[in-house]
């Protein structure tokens, strides 16, 4: 069984609807509208890759990242035109700048999750 | 059922894409690395003209507008290389020869994440605005200046009119009063008008993000749907549709509240508003800053009510209200704006504060976790200029503007000194029952 992809969004319907996806496609999924409880959750559980909102209203994505006490790929998610500059922060391995192509997720699941090229 | 193929979907995703480039209020230009042009408005050209082309589709931005100078091209190369540039007052000469000044703002995109595919240009005309700060600015120094000069006392001089204060027998000795009525009305339109495009500029950024957030739903549930289909679930299929269809309602919704809030109101006959969807579309244009600063927003309605007005103008008051309040909060610990409407039979609207002939008033209050206005501030709040928000933060026409708006409602726009909190009380002459 392989370790779960963490997706974080305040938007609900952003959450259910990468259930769906990556469902279909076998991979296994966790996600959370509440940034508190998924830095609960990343603490206490390893996980394979995580997608993060970066404006939540109780915590940052930058928040949770510092946060979350384990070190995997972090992909911070965000409608901002200016999220890009998070790029270089210590932790996050890219930005993806929403809207984004569902296609762009699965691949970086991918790669993640297999790593054989 | 009926579901989008791949090629359909791009075809929607770029119909979308056009239609809210086309739509928004801002002059906007899309291009790609070679700044070659892949989408832009008829209000780009408005600014950026002139050039006989109406559609500007692949043309190189540079051989369209050769006049763009050095300094132009090398914000395009930084931001080609990931900066996010924004400029303050530009002059440009325009469609019809005339110097226009343009604030302005240049962000790149991405393909894919790390890869640029171009960048974005926006610009909005601020020569009006600008002219009106300017003349404002001076008015008031000329003022001052009478006040500060005079070897006589002026007291004697001043008159209040809708509760501003201006040196009455001194304008009225050069001017006739009819043509004094009009001067005022339109110095009140053109401030309406500027204010507003302030709190636009202020809330550009975050309406981006609220428009972005629809269209990444409507891509993954698109995407979603393909796979639904491909398995022939149609549960799956059914609420993916239902997510896209949602999703685009809500983007509508915030260009729909934009583009109401940018028209200018005076030729707009007085109109029956909804007082909910008032409160929501107002909400909806603050939502990017309330979620920014993490506020906690409730709305608290009654039951359907209306009142008679512009709903433009009265959106403004709603929008200014809770952008003071978004600001009055953002640096507390508990951040939270309650909005109430409530009629007047209930319990919370004080008797006897009716605006109309005989009508119960419609009470629309704006209460936030502030700890309150200062005693001796609160003489001064809705005076024209008065601001204690940093330079370039505020107007200081605010709340002068939104209380004359709504007493030419027929309505009175109050602070509230006795609630625990921070409470602005709004009422309005209520149509129908």
């Given at each position: 069984m392989s370790l779960p992809v963490v997706y974080v969004d305040d938007e609900r319907s952003l959450c259910r609807v990468f259930e769906m996806i990556l469902g279909a496609r076998g991979v296994p999924i966790v996600t959370f509208t509440d940034a508190t409880e998924a830095v609960a959750y990343l603490t206490a559980n390893a996980v394979a890759i995580v997608f993060c909102d970066y404006r939540m209203p109780k915590l940052s994505g930058l928040d949770v990242l510092a946060q979350m006490g384990q070190s995997v790929p972090f992909y911070l998610v965000s409608g901002?035109?200016?999220?890009?500059?998070?790029?270089?922060?210590?932790?996050?391995t890219g930005v993806l700048a929403k809207p984004f192509r569902a296609e762009a997720l699965i691949a970086l699941v991918a790669e993640h999750l297999d790593p054989t090229p | 059922m009926s579901v989008m193929t791949s090629p359909q979907r791009k075809a929607v995703d770029a119909r979308i894409f056009a239609e809210v480039v086309r739509t928004l209020p801002l002059a906007a230009a899309v291009f790609d690395r070679d700044m070659r042009y892949l989408a832009h408005n008829d209000a780009w050209l408005a600014v950026r003209g002139p050039t006989p082309l109406r559609d500007l589709a692949g043309q190189l931005h540079y051989e369209v507008?050769?006049?763009?100078?050095l300094e132009l091209r090398r914000v395009h190369g930084r931001c080609l290389a990931g900066a996010e540039e924004r400029g303050n007052l530009d002059r440009f000469v325009n469609a019809d020869g005339n110097e226009v000044c343009v604030r302005w703002a240049v962000v790149p995109w991405y393909e894919s994440p790390g890869h640029i595919g171009g960048v974005i240009v926006y610009a909005e005309d601020v020569t009006e605005e600008e002219r009106t700060r300017r003349q404002l600015a001076e008015r008031e120094s000329l003022i001052r200046d009478l006040f500060d000069r005079?070897?006589?006392?002026?007291?004697?001089f001043l008159v209040e009119r809708e509760r501003q204060t201006y040196i009455g027998p001194l304008i009225e000795d050069l001017t006739s009063p009819r043509a004094l009525e009009a001067d005022l009305e339109n110095e009140r339109l053109k401030a309406i008008q500027s204010s507003k495009l302030a709190t636009i500029g202020e809330m550009a950024a975050g309406i981006a993000h609220e428009l972005n957030t629809p269209l990444g739903i409507i891509e993954a549930y698109a995407f979603a749907l393909e796979d639904a289909r491909r398995r022939g679930d149609d549960a799956k299929a059914d609420e993916a549709l239902k997510a896209i269809r949602d999703a685009v309602g809500r983007a509508a919704k915030i260009v729909r509240g934009l583009r109401k809030f940018t028209r200018?109101?005076?030729d707009d006959p007085p109109e029956d508003v909804d007082v909910g969807r008032l409160v929501d579309e107002a909400v909806s244009l603050c939502n990017a800053r309330l979620r920014d600063h993490a506020v906690t927003v409730t709305v608290e309605i009654a039951r359907a009510l209306a009142v008679r007005g512009h709903s433009v103008e009265l959106g403004q008051v709603l929008v200014n209200l809770l952008n003071n309040a978004v600001d009055a909060v953002r640096s507390l610990d508990h951040r939270w704006i309650r909005v109430v409407v409530d009629d007047?039979?209930?319990?919370?609207s004080p008797a006897g504060t009716s605006g109309g002939e005989g009508a119960l008033p419609v009470t629309i209050s704006v209460e936030d976790s502030g700890p309150g206005i200062p005693p001796e501030l609160v003489g001064d709040i809705?005076?024209?200029?008065?601001?204690?928000?940093?330079v370039g933060e505020g107007t200081g026409l605010g709340l002068s503007i939104s209380r004359s708006i709504v007493e030419r409602h027929g309505g009175t726009l109050t602070y509230d000194a006795t609630a625990p909190h921070t409470k602005f009380v709004l009422t309005l002459p209520r149509v129908g029952p």
């Amino acid at each position: 069984m392989s370790l779960p992809v963490v997706y974080v969004d305040d938007e609900r319907s952003l959450c259910r609807v990468f259930e769906m996806i990556l469902g279909a496609r076998g991979v296994p999924i966790v996600t959370f509208t509440d940034a508190t409880e998924a830095v609960a959750y990343l603490t206490a559980n390893a996980v394979a890759i995580v997608f993060c909102d970066y404006r939540m209203p109780k915590l940052s994505g930058l928040d949770v990242l510092a946060q979350m006490g384990q070190s995997v790929p972090f992909y911070l998610v965000s409608g901002d035109l200016d999220a890009a500059g998070c790029a270089n922060v210590a932790g996050v391995t890219g930005v993806l700048a929403k809207p984004f192509r569902a296609e762009a997720l699965i691949a970086l699941v991918a790669e993640h999750l297999d790593p054989t090229p | 059922m009926s579901v989008m193929t791949s090629p359909q979907r791009k075809a929607v995703d770029a119909r979308i894409f056009a239609e809210v480039v086309r739509t928004l209020p801002l002059a906007a230009a899309v291009f790609d690395r070679d700044m070659r042009y892949l989408a832009h408005n008829d209000a780009w050209l408005a600014v950026r003209g002139p050039t006989p082309l109406r559609d500007l589709a692949g043309q190189l931005h540079y051989e369209v507008f050769p006049d763009a100078g050095l300094e132009l091209r090398r914000v395009h190369g930084r931001c080609l290389a990931g900066a996010e540039e924004r400029g303050n007052l530009d002059r440009f000469v325009n469609a019809d020869g005339n110097e226009v000044c343009v604030r302005w703002a240049v962000v790149p995109w991405y393909e894919s994440p790390g890869h640029i595919g171009g960048v974005i240009v926006y610009a909005e005309d601020v020569t009006e605005e600008e002219r009106t700060r300017r003349q404002l600015a001076e008015r008031e120094s000329l003022i001052r200046d009478l006040f500060d000069r005079s070897p006589i006392g002026l007291n004697g001089f001043l008159v209040e009119r809708e509760r501003q204060t201006y040196i009455g027998p001194l304008i009225e000795d050069l001017t006739s009063p009819r043509a004094l009525e009009a001067d005022l009305e339109n110095e009140r339109l053109k401030a309406i008008q500027s204010s507003k495009l302030a709190t636009i500029g202020e809330m550009a950024a975050g309406i981006a993000h609220e428009l972005n957030t629809p269209l990444g739903i409507i891509e993954a549930y698109a995407f979603a749907l393909e796979d639904a289909r491909r398995r022939g679930d149609d549960a799956k299929a059914d609420e993916a549709l239902k997510a896209i269809r949602d999703a685009v309602g809500r983007a509508a919704k915030i260009v729909r509240g934009l583009r109401k809030f940018t028209r200018q109101s005076k030729d707009d006959p007085p109109e029956d508003v909804d007082v909910g969807r008032l409160v929501d579309e107002a909400v909806s244009l603050c939502n990017a800053r309330l979620r920014d600063h993490a506020v906690t927003v409730t709305v608290e309605i009654a039951r359907a009510l209306a009142v008679r007005g512009h709903s433009v103008e009265l959106g403004q008051v709603l929008v200014n209200l809770l952008n003071n309040a978004v600001d009055a909060v953002r640096s507390l610990d508990h951040r939270w704006i309650r909005v109430v409407v409530d009629d007047g039979d209930g319990v919370s609207s004080p008797a006897g504060t009716s605006g109309g002939e005989g009508a119960l008033p419609v009470t629309i209050s704006v209460e936030d976790s502030g700890p309150g206005i200062p005693p001796e501030l609160v003489g001064d709040i809705f005076r024209a200029f008065f601001t204690t928000k940093g330079v370039g933060e505020g107007t200081g026409l605010g709340l002068s503007i939104s209380r004359s708006i709504v007493e030419r409602h027929g309505g009175t726009l109050t602070y509230d000194a006795t609630a625990p909190h921070t409470k602005f009380v709004l009422t309005l002459p209520r149509v129908g029952p």
